[in-house]
């Protein structure tokens, strides 16, 4: 019925007629519920549509589910699982308006129906037309619920913290049922039965049974009162209910329904409890006599059946009769005598139920096991189980069946229970029960069935294992739930029962697996807040084993007052706890691992039942020890569980036992360590055994042992756990011996090590307080210094300092951890096989966490102990300084890392390496060879190993490694490392120079640049990465090809790289960084560098003083002071900060300066002698040192300019002293400035014209020298600099314009002819500059005059026959080298001071320039210029047998022409384009009117020439300005507008003579040595460039250079111009002369090139349009020429003709022999087309004249002779 609003007054009786009914229908039936309408909601199309942004997903938007939405989709979404099918990373809240309802159909009311119509409603068809709609409107708020909800109630109604308000709007959380099994354990109490009545079928029920409801009832009895309140109500009902009813279908016999029911079980259900089912005929009219329900049958389901809880579906036979007394015990299937039933007894309801409880496994297996020890706690003989009955005889037998079958348990419900089911196997274990007055032991049985139940949970959590393989549920069982049976631990004062974890690191689940070791090493200070009881255990303990779980009793603060410590005192055990476990053990009747003791903490029963009570940690061991194979391996599978269960037991049993203050050799008995030490032995070997095997369980295994030493270190006595380890040790390396991969057993036990190594009294477990020898006085006075020092000078050196800084057996012996990581370190860098670069990077990484833990450690944070820490890694200085020659070499240039040693070597010959661990012959090779040795003296003490090559560490490697070095450096006490360096020997001590040299160049500052070069190759990495993925995925790259590659990649443990450990994850992994980093990250990452670059170099320069403060009284100071400068001038040198660069200068001037007192340098006497080397011998370092001090003057901070002003200054002031004359430092500064100019190009001239102003000063006010000529020789020196500075200028001005920059430094260079010092310095910053820009060649240019510089200066010294004689030597290499032939006596004098006095004016600097020349002819691909330099080195190389060198010049000889074979044909290899390039404009200024060849690089475009010449000139001039002249004519200057610059620019080709092609046979030869170009022009009488074939004219221009190319600039300007111009007719003959040749190389090209030759082919038979071979001879040879001066030209092009047809028909003939048979159609045409060319030249070519046949009349021209031809001189 459908009333209009509007019709409210004419139908008001009407309405209030429904409403009284209304009310009289739900007074009546209000109870009653009947299923009226149902919709439908999407929620995958709701979650997905919120989460996006270009929708209204507010709270007040509203939104219609549609569920065509879903239709609209793919059909591959819709395969795809609910769970996946949406994200709710973007769900967002959302109203939405349901409109669409359907009227519930009495006679469809199964599940089976309505997912028919859901799959309806997915694709709408014509069945949902016939669906009844409701008109109805719902709305309802969805959103994301919250991590933390409040007001929030849990599945039974409980309120959830935080619950603020109990009058709050509830929020309810819903118990899922997921459609996958889900395994976790049960961690609060939980006992709900679902209840789902499906059907009824009362259609033989005789009667009024039409309108059915069905009353569900939990019954604890049979008494109708004894209803019980657990069904949960309805949302505006009560919390619980004692009934509820079913929907009502009216008039349906057989109703279906789809209520559900939940119930809350009783925690304890009994046989009685059973749900009652009371079927209800409802009357809807009201009747006189017929009641409002009338009973029509009765069922019920008994709860428990034998012991388990019934749940599942049920079928049940309906009772017409109410069900007799003692029914609830029976089933409704048992048939009861007197009592009716519908249709015969048969099932007509059914039901179904399900539980979700903490309480009832609902496994049989589980059942049967809970129930039989349940009996065995209780003592209830006898039991009924199922149908027997078990007594105490049959007892023990059920229960190690039952134990047996828990294998067979469902995964789900045993992970469930799995903390229940393993506390009962531990009580098992430990309390062994007593049947019949006899102890039964079950340990063997509980044991096997454990290691069962382990392994079950491993395999169902197989997917949420850790890193380390370890199940997080198995972890947290360990870590929460475990204790041991009936000893709860109670503190004083009341406290709440503690929670105990293992002794290990991060490894609970309490801890986030990310921290870091070197965190978890700040965790040792103790809490003051923490108030305990006097008299009680060691709080300190105590708060550990609660909370984290580490032993701290022997922390380093509290070491003096352990036992056995120098304030140890004798403590008086409790009373409770003074039983003497040895007579426990003498008092067990059979062979246990543990005391039998009597239980006095089990509760009081009625009556006194006797118990034994084991340890379980004693019991594991004994067990795991003497188990079977079966066990034992599903033991190892998971041997962590059981070591950190055992370890825990360990700790429970000492603090509740009060055994904390036991010596720890007492704490526990020598059986159960027996029991430890086999077991550790036989885990042990399997690790060896399954290396090789099972390499991940063997991963697995050594960590577990590892962190289970680990433990025990904090636990028992700590002697016994290094014999164990030393026992490990010794297995591992017996085997080493036979193994086929020891990479794979030295990782293993290099991650045994390092986990050892973790823990957090490491430290204190080296014994850091007795040093073997400590230093003679920790703050030496000057005498003991000058006593210590002397060491040095005697060569005597100290045993006992020598053995803190080697791996000796004392040092292994008292730092027995610290000794077996650095003797792993040492062991890893020796190995050659494959994995060793894992090896390195495993045992660098674990020094360096170790390392990092130490620096973060509050506890070592003063200096005095950091420097006892320090002692623990001295031994690493000479394992590095042994290892130099297999670091990665940061510095540049090769041979940059022994370079030092080997200078210190040459000074000492015959003296070996007394003391050392390295033989001379060894230390010679570290010297001196490339070879480095790898091995050192034997580890074990043997004798020392034959020195070897070993495998190189990589670059991330090596820092490590050295920041590792730097650390103990910084950190030890200086006084020790002064009496070290005074006991090396001299290589040893350059060794240890050379590693010094290393650190700085390893750490160098890179700046900010750097990491952005660096963010970009990672990006480009991550696309490489994808491009190999979409190759992968489009099949072009196979899968066997991808595997082979990624094998080769691959170390024994799979890729490796980037890996950081830490404790609480043993495997290696990846790290996660992003491929792209933010501008904050970058120039964070960028400070940070900086910080570490400025700390390693200062921490470098203190090591450098204590050097130097060793040796000054040395015999050998000069060597090893000029060895430790030349590390300074390289740290000077670098990028560098502020604070570095005061400290460095003023340590160079404490060493160059002989007056300083700092370092007393040149006291007794003996003073003055290593100024006097560094400035009359050491040339090179003086030229170093200017450079580096001129650099630094040129600053832009003024301290830095200050300090370099004053070393400068006092550099000259010191040579001055020694001569009255400084003339080689003002020759090294001014080389030094050119250099710096030349090369550096952001060089400040402002700021170094300051300094240079600041050192002028100083001369003037230097009293000491005021009555000398100092001061004038200072002004003169700066006037000099001055003048540099200014050429400076221009060169800035010009430097983007490579040409006039080259320009300039070729005029600055020919300016010093007379310095020849200067001029070198110059040809070298030239040679820096092509070199940058990539021209090779002429950078090899200057560095091949260069070196005719020095041969011109070394031939005036002395004659010697394996040297150049000067610049002549050089004419084969270059023609224009006899310009440095200038240098000769009248200008030069060898003698004079200060002149040649660089380190390239000698035989070994002319050999380095020559190989750097070889070089860069190498990169330019000059290869036969590269032989004409090794004819003149290797005179040289062979006059000082320098063999190797001559291998290796040999070896790139060899090199040189085999590249010169594979390209000979030129083709290959481009060796530049040659441009010519007219400048014409005042503009210009010098330039003007000028002509230049230029030389680019290869296959250049004329426009890219001209773009880049009118872009760089426009941008100087200004727009309009500059203009290209496009043609090659000759320029008219007159016609030119004087306010522009014009530029003209003509391709030009190499051009050579008759007589000159002779010499000049390969490409090389036409390539190199040029001075004669040419370029043709086309023009016509009228003007034009091109006309018709009677009028074409051209142009030849020969223009000649000033010096052939390459020469050391790149353009070159033109000397002399010579133009000629040709007639038509010979145009002509040069045109068929071309076609010939181009006829001719295609035809005997060999290999023959088919492509080639058919296209030659195809232009000169082929049909043309105009200017074909026939027009040319149609226009020349169609009449003889009336001018007998071009008879001969006639005559010359009809024999070019003959020679082009006879070259037609050889192609025609080779193409043949060429092509296939497809071809054959083309062949014929250009036979045909080579048959009609030759039909219509035959007449042209026969005609004769006979006037040639006459002698030559004096008139005529000889037009082919060079001479006759018109000419026009430039």
Known sequence: MVMKEADTAKNKEKLEKLRLAAEQFCTR???????????????????????????????????????TDRRRRGPQDRTSSGDDACSFSGFRP?????????????????????????????????????????????????????????????????????????????????????????????????????????????????????????????????????????????SSCSEFTREAFTPVVYHNKSPEFYEEFKLRLPACVTENHHLLFTFYHVSCQPRPGTALETPVGFTWIPLLQHGRLRTGPFCLPVSVDQPPPSYSVLTPDVALPGMRWVDGHKGVFSVELTAVSSVHPQDPHLDKFFTLVHVLEEGAFPFRLKDAVLSEGTVEQELRASLAALRLASPEPLVAFSHHVLDKLVRLVVRPPVIGGQIVNLGRGAFEAMAHVVSLVHRSLEGAQDTRGHCPLLAAYVYYAFRLPGTEPSLPGGAPPVTVQPATLARGPGRPASLYLARSKSISSSNPDLAVAPGSVDDEVSRILASKGIDRSHSWVNAAYAPGGSKAVLRRAPPYCGADPRQAIDRSSSRTSSCLESSSSSPPTTQ?????????????????????????????????????????????????????DTPRKLRFPGRFLDDIAALVGSVGLEVITRVHKDAELAERLNASLAFFLSDLLSLVDRGFVFSLVRALYKQVATRLQSAPNPAVLLTLRMDFTRILCSHEHYVTLNLPCCPLSPPASPSPSVSSTASQSSTFSSQAPDPKVISMFELSGPFRQQHFLAGLLLTELALAMEPEAEGASLLHKKAICAVHTLLCSHDADPRYAEATVKARVAELYLPLLSLSRDTLPRLHDFAEGPGQRSRLASMLDSDTEGEGDAGGTINPSVAMAIAGGPLAPGSRASISQGPATAARSGYALSAESSRTLLVCVLWVLKNAEPALLQRWAADLTLPQLGRVLDLLYLCLAAFEYKGKKAFERINSLTFKKSLDMKARLEEAILGTIGARQEMVRRSRERSPFGNQENVRWRKSITHWRQTSDRVDKTKDEMEHEALVDGNLATEASLVVLDTLEIIVQTVMLSEARESILGAVLKVVLYSLGSAQSALFLQHGLATQRALVSKGEAHWCLFHLGRGG??????????????????????????SRISAIRTHASASLYLLMRQNFEIGNNFARVKMQVTMSLSSLVGTTQNFSEE??????????????????????????????????????????????????????????????????????????????????????????????????????????????????????VGCVS??????????????????????????????????????????????????????????????????????????????????????????????SSGWERVFGTYFRVGFYGSRFGDLDEQEFVYKEPSITKLAEISHRLEEFYTERFGEDVVEIIKDSNPVDKTKLDPQKAYIQITYVEPHFDTYELKDRVTYFDRNYGLRTFLFCTPFTPDGRAHGELPEQHKRKTLLSTAHAFPYIKTRIRVCHREETVLT??????????????????????????????????????????????????????????????????????????????KKCEDALRKNKALIGPDQKEYHRELERNYSRLREALQPLLTQRLPQLLAPNTAGLRNSLNRASFRKTDL
């Not at 439908?40 to 709270?59: E, F, K, M, T, Y």
């Not at 440095?1380 to 002319?1406: N, Q, R, V, Y």
């Not at 001719?1640 to 023959?1648: H, L, M, V």
């Not at 040879?1677 to 010359?1692: C, M, V, W």
């Open 29 to 67: 039936l209000g109870r009653y519920r009947m299923p009226f309408a149902w919709t439908a909601v999407h929620l995958a199309n709701i979650v997905s549509s919120a989460g996006q942004p270009d929708r209204d997903s507010d709270s007040e938007g509203e939104r219609r589910p549609a569920w």
């Open 94 to 234: 959302a109203t939405l308006t349901v409109t669409n309802f359907f009227k519930q159909e009495a006679e469809r009311l199964s599940d089976e129906d309505l997912f028919k119509f859901l799959a309806d409603m997915r694709r709408p068809t014509s069945l949902l037309r016939r669906l009844r709609p409701v008109t109805a409107q719902l709305k309802i708020d969805i959103s994301p619920a919250p991590e933390n909800p409040h007001f929030c109630l849990s599945p039974e109604l409980l309120h959830v913290k935080p619950y603020p308000d109990p009058r709050g709007r509830p929020t309810k959380e819903i118990l899922e049922f997921p459609a996958r099994e889900v395994y976790a354990p049960h961690t609060s109490y939980r006992s709900l039965l679902y209840v789902y009545p499906h059907s009824l079928n009362f259609s033989s029920r005789q009667g009024s049974v039409r309108n059915l409801a069905v009353r569900v009832q939990y019954m604890a009895g049979e008494d109708p009162s004894q209803a019980l309140p657990v069904i949960f109500g309805k």
């Open 608 to 660: 006194p039942r006797p118990t034994v009570q084991k340890l379980l940690h004693e019991e594991l061991a004994l067990q795991w020890v003497v188990s079977g194979s079966a066990v034992r391996e599903a033991v190892l599978q998971h041997a962590w569980f059981f070591f950190q269960l055992m370890v825990k037991s360990m700790m429970l049993h000492l603090l509740l036992g009060q055994k904390l």
């Open 1169 to 1194: 002698q290593f100024p006097e080397l560094l400035f009359e011998e050491d040339t090179e370092l003086c030229a170093d040192l200017c450079l580096r001090l001129l650099r630094h003057c040129g």
């Open 1247 to 1364: 700021h170094l014209r300051r300094s240079l102003k600041t050192i002028l000063t100083y001369a003037e006010e230097d009293v000491g020298l005021r009555d000398s000529t100092f001061a004038e020789q200072v002004q003169d020196l700066m006037f000099n600099l001055h003048m540099i500075l200014t050429d400076t200028v221009k060169m800035k001005e010009h430097q983007e314009d490579p040409e006039m920059l080259i320009d300039l430094m070729y005029r600055i260079a020919r300016g010093y002819q007379g310095s020849p010092d200067l001029r070198l310095t110059w040809l070298q910053n030239m040679a820096g500059k092509h070199a940058e820009l990539g021209n090779h060649a002429e950078a090899a240019q200057c560095m091949v005059h260069a070196a005719a510089l020095v041969a011109e200066y070394l031939a005036l010294l002395e004659d010697s026959r394996h040297l150049p």
């Open 1370 to 1463: 050089f004419q084969n290499i270059s023609s224009n080298v006899l310009e440095e032939s200038a240098i000769s006596d009248d200008i030069l004098s060898p003698d004079e001071e200060g002149f040649c006095s660089g380190k390239h004016f000698t035989e070994m600097g002319l050999v380095g320039l020559l190989e750097q020349a070889a070089v860069y002819f190498t990169m330019g691909g000059l290869y036969e210029a590269v032989n004409e330099v090794y004819k003149t080195l290797i005179p040289i190389l062979e006059a000082h047998r320098d063999y190797k060198k001559l291998a290796a010049v040999h070896g790139k000889l060899q090199e040189a022409f085999t590249k010169i074979m594979h390209q």
């Open 1624 to 1701: 038509p007719v010979e145009v002509a003959i040069e045109d068929m002369q071309k076609k010939t040749r181009e006829l001719a190389f295609a035809t005997e090209q060999d290999p023959p090139d088919a492509k080639m030759l058919q296209m030659v082919l195809q232009g000169s038979v082929g049909p043309t349009v105009n200017q074909g071979p026939l027009e040319v001879a149609q226009v020349f040879l169609a009449e003889i020429p009336e001018d007998p001066k071009l008879f001969r030209h006639h005559n010359k092009l009809r024999l070019c003709f003959k020679d082009f047809c």
